[in-house]
């Protein structure tokens, strides 16, 4: 059987499996405008690799001429789904612009039937695009996640060896036709097949990996304030305590409800209950510093770890946040006027986790609403 024909074949399969993935992906969990896109390319792909294998077995320009065309297409979606994920901004007019440039130069070229320049117009704008791709995925203030690094690296590869294509068919230019093609073609189907896999199997890494990170996040936070759940609470908790025992550093902990919150539900009803939720909570994350963990614990309770801060220095925060709840509105309440009271604790030598302080912190609370609510009680050990 013609080795041509094999390397096609896997490829077409690849493209149509990679499709799927990415559809069945995007239909399932989140229609992630990125995954949409990417399962749009390997879409483009798999036309440009049956109209490559029609047009060699035909000897057809027109079929060529398309295959270019998808090509262009195909690695140019890969791009738009890298910035997407990234979340930076596509530049539709210069791809599309750029695009149809150098798709109407395959498309000539294709058509006279001139391979040399067939082999540099699009892989030299493939690679391009390759290379693009692999800069807009490098992560901003954090390191790369090992798919992140793989699809990276593929990229990166892939855009070397367009590079490589393209210098191959260069070598044509101006020699007998045909003398320099076929290191091209030898290239072409030693190291594509291979590459084109990899960066197949690198992309639905990400994808899992971006799955594998929403579910984790689903996990631990609040789907209503997006703050830490109890769960998310007790995990990041447990290495708070462990450091400050280790390092001998204070640490507090901050119970708080608000007050007449059910009298609001009742009053006013679930949406205005939720958006005073929503906006405590807001409040509350404004009012401590990053590293420090904002959760909701459940109903309108919320909870908050501060490091390296005592018992008086987490009551003064809190005072600030009493102080400034009142001036909060609620969208279908306006007229509601808000409070909070709030319990703090201090971590003890002898607590091991967050259920010795919960348990101060809650009666702290206890305290604060039986002398009147609206204020900030710290536990204080009984004489």
């Known amino acids: 059987m013609d080795p041509v024909i094999i390397i096609i074949a896997l490829l077409i399969f690849t493209s149509v499996i990679m499709a799927l993935a990415m559809g069945v992906a995007w239909l399932h969990f ?45 690695a140019s979606l890969m791009l738009v789904g890298v910035r997407q994920r990234s979340g930076k901004p596509v530049p539709w007019l210069a791809l599309t612009l750029c695009g149809a440039v150098v798709a109407t130069g395959g498309s000539y070229v294709a058509l006279i039937g001139d391979r040399s320049l067939q082999g540099i117009v699009v892989p030299s704008y493939v690679g391009l695009l390759m290379l693009c791709s692999a800069i807009a995925l490098w992560p901003r203030n954090r390191r790369f996640s090992a ?49 084109y896999v990899g960066l197949g199997v690198a992309a ?36 708070a305590i462990a450091h400050a025992h280790r390092h001998q550093r204070p640490l507090a ?12 539900n009742d009053g006013h009803g679930h949406i205005a209950g939720d958006a005073a939720l929503c906006g405590f909570a807001q409040l509350l994350t404004n009012a401590v510093r990053r590293g420090d963990i904002v959760a909701r614990l459940g109903g309108d309770e919320f ?8 018992a008086a220095a987490a009551a003064d925060v809190m005072e600030r946040v009493r102080a400034e709840i009142g001036c909060l509105v609620v969208p279908n309440a306006p007229e509601a006027a808000l409070r909070a009271s709030f319990g703090v604790a201090e971590l003890l030598a002898s607590d091991q986790s967050l259920e010795d302080m919960v348990a101060r912190a809650d009666t702290a609370l206890y305290d604060a609403k039986k002398e009147g609510k609206n204020r900030v009680a710290i536990w204080r050990a009984a004489a």
């Open 30 to 74: 989140g229609r992630q405008r990125h995954v949409r896109s990417w399962a749009l390319s390997y879409v483009a792909a798999t036309g440009q690799w049956l109209a490559n294998a029609g047009g060699a077995a035909l000897g057809s320009g027109s079929l060529m001429a398309l295959t270019s065309c998808l090509i262009v297409v195909s």
């Open 147 to 195: 798919p992140e690094m793989a699809f990276f690296s593929m990229s990166l590869i892939l855009a070397l060896f367009e590079a490589g294509l393209v210098a191959s068919a260069a070598t044509d230019l101006g020699r007998a036709p045909g003398e320099g093609m076929a290191l091209y073609r030898a290239l072409l189907g030693l190291g594509l097949p291979s590459i």
């Open 204 to 239: 639905v890494m990400v994808v899992a990996g971006d799955l594998a990170h929403q579910l984790r996040r689903q996990m631990r936070h609040d789907p209503l304030t997006n703050v830490l759940n109890r769960r998310g609470l007790d995990e990041s908790a447990s290495r």
């Open 253 to 264: 902990l901050v119970v708080c409800d608000l007050d007449g919150f059910k009298a609001l």
């Open 303 to 310: 909870g908050l770890l501060l490091v390296e801060t005592d």
